[in-house]
């Protein structure tokens, strides 16, 4: 670069001695005469401006919103910001970049959902009430105090929230009246087995306040599986925003002190505060927007879904066709165990069973010596052509014996005397047949 401006070198060459373009040489010149030297180390790549990036004024009100209300999150304070008319309204991630910019929440890895965790929900207000009891009241007096609590299970609308200084079975039956003549009686009531709710664990089970007042009104009371408070996940919860909204350490007067203020923060919770399960919806809306559901159980009011499940076999209908009757039999067949095929030799003929044949050689054999049978045969017969010559033997005629001749006779002469004797006649002729002949099969 001197070289061009003291010895008078052109662009172009001081740029190919250099190796860079005559661009970049042109660059570097004007930076040295907008700042000497120095202007020509590496500044920062940041563009000078970003259109997207939030604005200084809605940057304030995200920090004061939060600093205002700890337990708001990215999305309630979105929420708030688009309803307060905000434009642009800022997306859920981009409130949370700020909080993360400014260090009000720290950056931590999100929760992933247990995929074992299935959620249900009912089809329709007062179909069933999730009740337990939760504790942390503080008095100034240093006693404390528990709250019946109760959430509808399709709107979210608390329905009770009555404080009483012991769990008692009378106080939480107190609170259940309470609720049921302010909004109505449900069809069902899910609960833990906690003592002031049900008695099957008693010896022996024994039928308590609270189902005495659910079998008089008609509400069915159903019950969790020990230790499984999942179930009742949605009254959990309640207890949770509770906890963070309105506990929060405090310190109450006295216990009609601390049941007023509960009274004011659950009117809230119920018409100002919006649900995230519910569309961002208050749960003392008259009118819910509707919202995908996620696995329900099936109710009086729901329907299941409209696309056809394929058969089991092994759990068939109640109509079986054709094609579920194979299917089953194809099923069991290849299910049934497979059997061994025999190992047993196959039978092979002797020397003796050969000699034994009633062959055209056995036969003139048998006359030369008077009828009798050879018990063997010499030792050309027997040898390695054994097989073949039982293959070649040609089909053979079977006769009758001469002692079968002389007992059919016999036999048939003693039917003739019967005969006589009974008074009828019969021909010696046709007594002395000779026997059919058979073919070997």
């Known amino acids: 670069m001197l ?9 172009k060459d ?6 860079v373009s005559r661009q970049t040489m042109h660059a570097w010149l004007a930076k040295y005469e907008a700042g000497g030297l120095e202007a020509l180390a590496d500044g920062s790549h940041r563009p000078h401006g970003c259109p997207h990036q939030m604005g200084a004024e809605l940057e304030a009100a995200v920090a004061e919103m939060r600093r205002a209300h700890v337990g708001w999150g990215p999305r309630r304070i979105g929420y708030e910001l688009a309803r307060r008319g905000a434009a642009p309204a800022p997306s859920e991630s981009a409130v949370y970049r700020c909080l993360v910019r400014l260090g009000l929440i720290e950056p931590d890895t999100r929760r992933r959902r247990r995929r074992d965790w299935k959620r249900w929900e009912r089809g ?21 105090a528990k709250a019946l609590t109760g959430v509808d299970d399709h709107s979210r609308f608390c329905v009770a929230a009555a404080l009483m200084a012991r769990e008692r079975t009378r106080a939480v039956c107190d609170g259940l009246a309470a609720a049921m003549r302010a909004h109505g009686v449900p069809a069902q009531i899910l609960t833990d087995n ?29 019950l969790t599986a020990p230790r499984t408070p999942t179930t009742t996940g949605k009254v959990e919860r309640f207890h949770r925003s509770l906890r963070e909204e309105f506990l929060a350490g405090r310190v109450f007067a006295s216990l009609a002190t601390a049941q007023a203020e509960l009274d004011e923060w659950v009117f809230a919770y119920n018409h100002d505060r919006p649900h995230q399960m519910i569309g961002m919806q208050a749960p003392g809306d008259p009118v819910l927007p509707a919202r995908p559901r996620a696995s329900q159980p099936r109710t009086r009011h729901h329907r299941p879904h409209p696309r056809p499940r394929r058969r089991r076999l092994g ?12 299917r089953l039999a194809a099923t069991q067949r290849r299910q049934a165990p497979r059997r061994r095929p025999s190992r047993r030799p196959r039978h092979r003929p002797t020397a003796t069973d050969l000699a034994r044949q009633r062959t055209p050689q056995n036969r003139q054999t048998r006359r030369q010596r008077g ?15 054994l ?41 010696s002729k046709a007594t002395h047949r000779p026997m059919p002949v058979h073919k070997r099969r």
């Open 3 to 11: 070289s061009v401006i003291s010895d008078g070198m052109t662009v």
């Open 14 to 19: 001081a740029a190919a001695r250099q190796g």
């Open 124 to 144: 329709s207000p007062m179909e069933l009430w999730q009740m337990d009891t939760v504790g942390g009241f503080l008095l100034a007096d240093g006693a404390g």
């Open 194 to 222: 906690g003592k002031v709710f049900t008695g099957r664990f008693n010896h022996p089970p024994v039928e308590v306040l609270f189902d005495r007042i659910c079998r008089e009104n008609g509400v069915e009371h159903l």
């Open 315 to 326: 759990r068939p209908p109640g109509r079986l066709q054709r094609r579920d009757l194979r």
């Open 371 to 385: 009828g009798e049978e050879e018990t063997s045969v010499p030792a050309a017969d027997a040898g390695p052509n």
């Open 387 to 427: 097989k073949q010559r039982v293959k070649d033997q040609p089909k053979q005629i079977c006769r009758p014996s001469t002692e079968g001749l002389q007992a059919h006779k016999a036999f048939a002469q003693f039917i003739a005397r019967l005969l006589v004797q009974a008074g009828h006649s019969c021909s």
